[in-house]
């Protein structure tokens, strides 16, 4: 090590639930206006800085890896809304896209060819650089469109805490009108004449809670409220279907949701609910016609769909049954084609449903493993949609389809500069075995000639939430790994949908020690069948998957050379007990209500990564987070690593704090290169490979 690492100071603070006392003597760290805490988290970035001063020359040469092989001036493929092609830019040198759009052009079918240096005849809609000009951090929270193309809607977030404030462009005149919202959430919808502008706010907790209506031209104190959501279990969120007749208000748990819509037309009358939330009952709905599609999950584990009536929404009929094993997780509508977004046996794949005059079909893909879905489409009236496809060796690559003939075109695919060939490298699903006998998928990516004798290093990933699934992906960041022979792995954890509901289910609440247990196994599959050695094996995983880090690391030290732990849930049994903070109220169905049941706060504190640290061998752990987070609180792993400090002082810790970011990080792309550009420096040094 450099020197000597921060000590944080000890104190007193108790805490008492269930006949269980217990001190948390770094509690204090919560608090970031208290001096102590940010000179903390100074001294542990100086410290981190000396840590890893021998790698800038390998940073250096990653970043300009990743930069050399990145397309630095390109552009999205244009997409068609009414009378424009809309697509994003970017430009060299600078750290944000560019919104623009162009007219189309008479008989123009196909996405028109633009030059992305010189683009001819655009007009710019939002320029992220402009926006962003002097500010450390910057975000969108919406991006949002009148029906008649002549109003934006957009919000903007200079802080990264999440809380946005909400403007008005005139795009006929380019003029931004006095209209300002501050304090709103993510999303927005236009009533269909564009004279009404519907978003959301958040409550004490940072829970979008309101829906609020907007005459466009008048002040924000005239707003109203359409909706507000008493249950704190409850997000709230606004959109216009793809047909732009309704306004949608979905009002979601994690296990219970419940639909409002309000006619585009007539923005001012009440909400009509299609139908009555039921506890463990999931729904969402899509415009199809006479009919609101309904997608649920009512006696259907892995989801049904079904359809009402659109002018008096009641019974739902059936349209596709439940199948188990094949999750359906969205549909899309267009006037004469539904498109089903599905999953089974761990890929995700993609239904097609005719009107009559095409059979029901599965589009088809050639590789083993990939990841596939819908890009866009913002139209409604459509025969060619356009998808997104990708895996771990194929770049990303947009088609669209012709729903009747089913010819896909490909309109692009992501361009990897310096000679890129995908066919050096290979990709492969292993299974590896959890400790009650469930079997568990693993993607592997890996240089043709990367041998598997043990000796290769490895890097394995991992989330395991929410049922948010982590599918096979390509990154052009990933090649500086790969290229050094460093084989790539995702253990699908249970926690995720990756399997379908079930596989969600079997890994929260009081069975969320699955997760962490499934990565073990997989970990230990890799091993086994060659990939690589414990002692060239690092973990990586953020947020939720960064408490599978911290779990993992009190679990099976001895399984891994390093773990790397991004914005990492690393003291969630304090933050799920504390219903005054940001998220926690709406968590307890993820992971239990810790204040009213023992069993849940004692099977919390059996897997906390802060509350289990011992005096054990640990890996090497970088821990990243950002001050101003507001889904994971930067104190988590502050309170983390100074515990690992305190009890187990053999270790090698580092902690990296982003002073100006939130819960994703630097907000610029070239800021989240150099980002990811130190997280690879530091496995490439935990696994010996800094020449």
Known sequence: MADSPPTAEQGTHERTFHGDTVTDEYAWLIDKDDPRTVAYLESENSFTDRATAHLSGLRDTIFNEIKSRTRETDLSVPSRKGGYWYYTRTEEGKQYGISCRVPVRPGETDPPSIDAGEPAGEQVLLD???????????????????????????????????????????????????????????????????????????????????????????????????????????????????????????????????????????????????????????????????????????????????????????????????????????????????????????????????????????????????????????????????????????????YDVDL?????????????????????????REWATAPDGTRVPISVVARKDTPRDGTAPALLYGYGSYETSIDPYFSIARLSLLDRGVVYAIAHVRGGGEMGRRWYEEGKLLAKRNTFTDFVACAQALVREGWTSPQRLVARGGSAGGLLMGAVANLAPEEFAGIVAEVPFADPLNTILDPSLPLTVTEWEEWGNPIESADVYAYMKSYSPYENVAKLPYPRILAMTSLNDTRVGFHEPAKWVARLRAVAPDGDYLLKTEMGAGHAGPSGRYDAWKEEAFVLAWTLDVVGLTA
């Open 128 to 398: 992220g650089n402009a926006l962003a000009e002097g500010k450390d951090f910057f975000a969108l929270g919406t991006f949002d469109l009148s029906v008649d193309g002549n109003w934006l809607a957009y919000s903007t977030d200079f802080a990264g805490d999440e809380r946005f404030t909400l403007r008005v462009k005139d795009l006929r005149t380019g003029e931004v009108l006095a209209d300002e919202v501050p304090g709103t959430s993510y999303g927005s919808a236009w009533s269909a004449d564009g004279s009404a502008l519907f978003y959301t706010t958040v409550d004490e907790a940072w829970r979008p809670y309101r829906v609020w209506r907007h005459r466009i031209g008048r002040p924000a104190g005239e707003d109203v409220i359409v909706f507000e959501e008493p249950d704190e279990r409850f997000w709230v969120g606004v959109g216009l279907t793809r047909s732009e007749k309704f306004l949608v208000i979905e009002a979601s748990s994690k296990i219970t949701s419940e639909v409002r819509v309000i006619p585009a037309e007539t923005p001012e009358a009440e909400p009509v609910v299609i139908a009555p939330r039921e506890h463990g009952v999931e729904y969402s709905i899509e415009h199809h016609g006479h009919r609101f599609l309904v997608l649920h999950n009512r006696d259907a584990e892995d989801f049904a769909l079904a359809y009402t009536s659109a002018d008096a929404p009641g019974d739902w009929i059936e349209l596709i049954p439940h199948e188990p094993g094949t999750r359906l997780e969205s549909v899309d509508a267009f006037t004469r084609h539904l498109v089903i977004s599905q999953r089974r046996d761990g890929l995700t794949a993609l239904r097609v449903m005719g009107d009559g005059s095409t059979d029901s079909y599965e589009m088809e893909f050639p590789e083993p493993i990939y990841n596939v879905g819908l890009a866009g489409n913002p139209e409604y009236d459509t025969a060619t949609v356009r998808i997104s496809y990708a895996s771990m060796v194929t770049p990303d690559s947009v």
């Open 404 to 428: 009747v003939t089913r010819s896909m075109v490909l309109r692009k695919q992501r361009p990897v500069l310096g000679g890129y060939e995908p066919g050096d490298y290979e990709q492969f």
